[in-house]
C-alpha cells in the first residue's frame, strides 16, 4: 500500500510539471491471441484473467478508478484477476502520459496486453562538458543552458549543437540520437587570440615564408601574430636572394615583394581616404591596400641606390 501511495505522488508530480509535453508516450497491444496468453486456464466461471507483460518500471494499472496492480520493475509478466465485463483499463507509469483501453471480458476469459514504451516519444540524454565550464550551449539555435549540461533530454533525431564562450573559439557538433540513447561529449576550448594580420605576396610566387626560424609556408601567405610580437619574416626562392625583415606587430601588415629587384620596392602610407603607393623610381598611385612597408633585396631594408631620393608624400 506504502508503494502505490508513492507511485501515485510520483504520478501527480510528473503531470504537475509544466512541461508535461516532454512526458514519454507508451504503447499498449493486445496479445491475447499469443499461444502462451490463451492456454492459461480460469478456473472461477465468476472470473476473468488479465495478463500484462510491461517493460516499465513502477507501471499501475486501474480499471474503473480501482488500481488492480502496481509493480515493482520492469520486463515482467502480472496476471490479475477481473470480473467478466468491460473494464477501462488505464496504464499509468512514471514519466510517461497515461493510456486508457476498454477491453472486454467473458467469463473466463483470458485477455493479455503488452505495455512498453513508445520508440518515437523516448527521449535521448546528452551530457555536455567544456573547458573551461560556464559555456553556453545552442541546439538548433535556441539556448539550452550553459556547461556542464548534464541529462538533458531531446526525441531522437539530429540536432546541430553549438557551444559558445566568451573569448573563447566556438564549437560546433552534428548530434544524431536513437530512442533510449545517452551520449557524452567533452569540449576543450581554445583561447580567442586577438591579433593582427601579416599577409604576404611575392613576385614570383610560391617562395617560401620562414617566420621567426621555421618555415610556415609558401605566398601568398597569411597568418596572425599577437599585438606586438616581434616576426623576423624571411622569404626564400630557389635562384633569388633572401629576403629578410623584422617587424613589431602593432597594426595589420601587407607585405608585397618583388625578389627580382634589390631595390625598395615601394612604401604604402595610409594618406586621408586613401593610401598611396610609391614606387622607386618615382611615381605614386592610390590603392586600396592595409598600411605596409615593402622591401626587397638587402638585408638593412633600407635605399641601396644613392642615386634615388627618399619618396615624398603628397599633400593631404
Given at each position: 500500500?506504502?508503494?502505490?501511495?508513492?507511485?501515485?505522488?510520483?504520478?501527480?508530480?510528473?503531470?504537475?510539471?509544466?512541461?508535461?509535453?516532454l512526458l514519454k508516450k507508451m504503447q499498449?497491444?493486445?496479445?491475447?491471441?499469443?499461444?502462451?496468453?490463451?492456454?492459461?486456464?480460469?478456473?472461477?466461471?465468476?472470473?476473468?484473467?488479465?495478463?500484462?507483460?510491461?517493460?516499465?518500471?513502477?507501471?499501475?494499472?486501474?480499471?474503473?478508478?480501482?488500481?488492480?496492480?502496481?509493480?515493482?520493475?520492469?520486463?515482467?509478466?502480472?496476471?490479475?484477476?477481473?470480473?467478466?465485463?468491460?473494464?477501462?483499463?488505464?496504464?499509468?507509469?512514471?514519466?510517461?502520459?497515461?493510456?486508457?483501453?476498454?477491453?472486454?471480458?467473458?467469463?473466463?476469459?483470458?485477455?493479455?496486453?503488452?505495455?512498453?514504451?513508445?520508440?518515437?516519444?523516448?527521449?535521448?540524454?546528452?551530457?555536455?562538458?567544456?573547458?573551461?565550464?560556464?559555456?553556453?550551449?545552442?541546439?538548433?539555435?535556441?539556448?539550452?543552458?550553459?556547461?556542464?549540461?548534464?541529462?538533458?533530454?531531446?526525441?531522437?533525431?539530429?540536432?546541430?549543437?553549438?557551444?559558445?564562450?566568451?573569448?573563447?573559439i566556438g564549437q560546433e557538433l552534428v548530434?544524431?540520437?536513437?530512442?533510449?540513447?545517452?551520449?557524452?561529449?567533452?569540449?576543450?576550448?581554445?583561447?580567442?587570440?586577438?591579433?593582427?594580420?601579416?599577409?604576404?605576396?611575392?613576385?614570383?610566387?610560391?617562395?617560401?615564408?620562414?617566420?621567426?626560424?621555421?618555415?610556415?609556408?609558401?605566398?601568398?601567405?597569411?597568418?596572425?601574430?599577437?599585438?606586438?610580437?616581434?616576426?623576423?619574416?624571411?622569404?626564400?626562392?630557389?635562384?633569388?636572394?633572401?629576403?629578410?625583415?623584422?617587424?613589431?606587430?602593432?597594426?595589420?601588415?601587407?607585405?608585397?615583394?618583388?625578389?627580382?629587384?634589390?631595390?625598395?620596392?615601394?612604401?604604402?602610407?595610409?594618406?586621408?581616404?586613401?593610401?598611396?603607393?610609391?614606387?622607386?623610381?618615382?611615381?605614386?598611385?592610390?590603392?586600396?591596400?592595409?598600411?605596409?612597408?615593402?622591401?626587397?633585396?638587402?638585408?638593412?631594408?633600407?635605399?641601396?641606390?644613392?642615386?634615388?631620393?627618399?619618396?615624398?608624400?603628397?599633400?593631404?
Amino acid at each position: 500500500m506504502k508503494r502505490q501511495v508513492i507511485t501515485f505522488l510520483l504520478l501527480i508530480l510528473a503531470s504537475s510539471l509544466s512541461g508535461q509535453d516532454l512526458l514519454k508516450k507508451m504503447q499498449v497491444k493486445d496479445i491475447s491471441r499469443q499461444k502462451d496468453i490463451k492456454t492459461t486456464i480460469v478456473r472461477n466461471p465468476q472470473h476473468a484473467l488479465l495478463i500484462v507483460r510491461s517493460e516499465l518500471p513502477d507501471l499501475t494499472f486501474t480499471s474503473n478508478n480501482r488500481i488492480l496492480r502496481t509493480t515493482d520493475k520492469g520486463n515482467g509478466v502480472w496476471h490479475v484477476l477481473v470480473t467478466p465485463g468491460t473494464h477501462r483499463i488505464t496504464f499509468k507509469g512514471v514519466g510517461f502520459l497515461p493510456i486508457t483501453k476498454r477491453i472486454f471480458f467473458a467469463e473466463k476469459q483470458t485477455r493479455g496486453v503488452s505495455v512498453a514504451a513508445d520508440p518515437k516519444s523516448v527521449f535521448a540524454r546528452i551530457n555536455i562538458r567544456t573547458a573551461p565550464a560556464g559555456a553556453e550551449v545552442l541546439i538548433d539555435g535556441k539556448l539550452a543552458g550553459v556547461t556542464p549540461l548534464l541529462e538533458a533530454e531531446l526525441s531522437a533525431g539530429t540536432y546541430k549543437l553549438s557551444v559558445q564562450k566568451t573569448g573563447f573559439i566556438g564549437q560546433e557538433l552534428v548530434l544524431t540520437l536513437k530512442p533510449g540513447e545517452e551520449q557524452s561529449h567533452y569540449l576543450d576550448l581554445a583561447e580567442e587570440v586577438v591579433g593582427y594580420s601579416l599577409k604576404i605576396t611575392t613576385t614570383p610566387s610560391k617562395a617560401e615564408v620562414w617566420i621567426n626560424g621555421q618555415g610556415v609556408g609558401r605566398t601568398p601567405f597569411t597568418e596572425r601574430f599577437t599585438p606586438n610580437s616581434q616576426v623576423d619574416v624571411i622569404i626564400k626562392m630557389d635562384g633569388y636572394n633572401d629576403w629578410r625583415q623584422s617587424y613589431i606587430m602593432d597594426q595589420d601588415l601587407s607585405l608585397v615583394v618583388n625578389l627580382n629587384d634589390s631595390r625598395v620596392a615601394g612604401v604604402v602610407k595610409e594618406g586621408g581616404s586613401r593610401k598611396w603607393l610609391y614606387i622607386a623610381g618615382g611615381g605614386a598611385v592610390a590603392v586600396g591596400a592595409l598600411a605596409a612597408i615593402v622591401l626587397s633585396g638587402g638585408d638593412d631594408g633600407g635605399n641601396t641606390d644613392p642615386g634615388i631620393a627618399g619618396p615624398s608624400f603628397p599633400d593631404e
